[in-house]
């Protein structure tokens, strides 16, 4: 089983958190810069310490190069990602 949720990445944020909404997008702010797959590397791992999963069950399907990321994430189900992720730091 896997969830699929689209997210907007802010990279370069003074902070990694949970920013709200931009659009219908999950908005998400990233410390780190969008160099390297940094960025990429740093939301993989915020949204699976979030979730309370491994991050190796937490993948980027579509849009590596993009503020705009399809994420694929197994091993929970699509009301806990949504309860989780719908909370603002």
Known sequence: ??????????????????????????????AAPAVEN??????IGFIAERLGIAKRQVRIVSGVASRRKMLEIEGVTAETVSAILAQSD
Not at 4 to 29: D, F, M
Not at 38 to 43: D, F, M, R, S
């Open 1 to 30: 089983m896997a969830v699929r949720v689209e997210v907007y990445i802010q990279p370069r944020a003074s902070a990694t958190g949970l920013a709200g909404t931009h659009g219908a997008l999950i908005k998400i702010r990233i």
């Open 38 to 43: 940094a960025a990429n590397l740093a939301l």
